[in-house]
């Protein structure tokens, strides 16, 4: 069963930046590896659903949610099963338990934390 860890939250002010990272592990089949699936980052703010917030395919292309759009990037590195989330001019709106996905399955990580605040 692949697991999915996520790390890199923490508390920052407006404006600031934090770059997160998810690694992903158990891969069991040489033909269904982490380079063969795209990744997405969800998050959910406290009271909210859970929301979509950035898409990388197989090859690097991305997708944003229109209210992260030109300050998250999304990126991957195959060689280390890891996907990163840059955030960058960070906003209290932000503030939610970040997550990251394979899509295509159901198995989700713990989350990690991101609190914007002055």
């Known amino acids: 069963q692949v697991q999915l860890v996520e790390s890199g939250g923490g508390l920052v002010q407006p404006g600031r930046s934090l770059r997160l990272s998810c690694v992903a592990s158990?891969?069991?089949?040489?033909?269904?590896?982490?380079?063969?699936?795209?990744m997405n980052w969800y998050r959910q703010a406290p009271g909210k659903e859970r929301e979509l917030v950035a898409w990388i395919s197989t090859k690097g292309s991305t997708n944003y949610a229109d209210s992260v759009k030109g300050r998250f990037t999304i990126s991957r590195d195959n060689g280390k099963n890891t996907v990163y989330l840059q955030m960058n001019n960070l906003k209290p709106e932000d503030t939610a338990v970040y997550y990251c996905?394979?899509?295509?399955?159901?198995?989700w990580g713990q989350g990690t934390q991101v609190t914007v605040s002055s």
């Open positions: 158990g891969f069991t089949s040489s033909r269904f590896t982490f380079s063969t699936y795209p």
């Open positions: 996905k394979i899509v295509g399955t159901t198995s």
